[in-house]
């Protein structure tokens, strides 16, 4: 076994956080090491909190650690930040967030930028949720950039979704059930304590009413915070039990782990192909011919996409 990886499976915090930032910078190797901690994951419980810039997601993350905490769970956190269009980093560092968790032992967090990557997730905040499984976090929180209903990639990462929502959505909320609504398993209304809450939650209720909502027998409950002073919290934590109880019910059902396993397999092999394929053509000069074309007007993206997936030869002309 590899003594980074053992380390990391050992819960050596250095360890863990060298292999974060291999992989969310695209090192050689990195992936060699989530090789050998793969088969030692999918113990964790993975908690997606997503929802508009403004809601008090963070506010509310922090909450949910301190009350996993108190029941002695080992906490890791995700907090995906915008991209800095000038260092290429996360805008908002984990400085800035949940700064009475630093000096706690049983809390991991990890702030991390998207790096263009659209779906509210960065590429590589999966392959991270898989590292902290392995270095023993029992509880895994993952909060989304924030932008709205393009952030339904969380859905595929965490087996409860959080989406939050705060009052005076009113007019908005059903324009949301072509978007995030779609992917909630508990609905929270934050900053309740605010006027148009209670209209807030109404709204949700009729939405929720009209049905098309697929949850295989799961209703999602809608709970009421306020996350800077903690109301509600409980609430929500119980909210989230329930649902995982639900979901490890549903895992039992023949066919639920083949799934996972096979959506698994099928966004590695997407990322990977896409990668290999974009690093070949640039290393050929394939790419600049590519663009050259288009830009004189002599052909277009969708034609000259085509012709890569069909010739399929630029990976072997290395």
Not at 15 to 44: C, F, M, N
Not at 101 to 125: C, E, K, Q, W, Y
Not at 196 to 219: C, P, Y
Not at 253 to 259: A, C, L
Request: hydrophobic letters at 40%.
């Amino acid at each position: 076994m590899s003594d980074l990886a053992d380390k990391v499976l050992r819960g050596d915090v250095l360890a863990t956080a060298r292999l974060i930032r291999d992989l969310d910078d695209g090192i050689d190797g990195a992936i060699a090491e989530l090789k050998v901690l793969y088969p030692q994951t999918g113990k964790a419980e993975v908690i997606g909190v997503t929802g508009a810039p403004g809601v008090g997601k963070s506010t509310l993350v922090s909450r949910m650690i301190e009350n996993f905490r108190a029941r002695g769970k080992k906490v890791g956190v995700i907090a995906v930040d915008p991209t800095s269009p000038f260092s290429g980093g996360a805008v908002l560092g984990d400085r800035i967030r949940m700064q009475n968790h630093f000096n706690d032992p049983g809390v991991f967090i990890r702030s991390m930028a998207t790096r263009g990557h659209l779906g509210g997730l960065s590429s590589s905040a999966y392959e991270i949720i898989k590292v902290l499984d392995a270095f023993g976090s029992e509880v895994i929180l993952v909060e989304t950039v924030g932008v709205g209903q393009d952030e339904v990639e969380i859905a595929g990462a965490a087996q409860t979704t959080v989406v939050v929502l705060t009052p005076g959505m009113g007019d908005e909320i059903q324009n949301l059930k072509a978007g995030i609504l779609e992917i909630a398993d508990v609905l929270v209304v934050n900053k309740a304590d605010r006027e148009g809450a209670q209209v807030t939650v109404q709204g949700l209720r009729r939405l929720l009413e009209m049905g098309g909502f697929d949850r295989k027998g799961w209703h999602p409950p809608i709970c009421l915070t306020v996350g800077t002073d903690g109301t509600g919290i409980p609430d929500l934590i119980k909210a989230v039990d329930q649902h995982r109880e639900f979901w490890n019910r549903q895992k039992a059902q023949p066919g639920f782990e083949h799934k996972r396993r096979e959506e698994d397999f099928l966004r590695i092999l997407q990322g990977q192909a896409v990668n290999k394929l974009i690093v070949s053509l640039r290393r050929n000069g394939y790419l600049e011919e590519i663009v050259a074309r288009i830009t004189r007007g002599e052909s277009d993206p969708y034609s000259e996409s085509e012709k890569v997936l069909k010739l399929g030869d630029y990976a072997r002309n290395e």
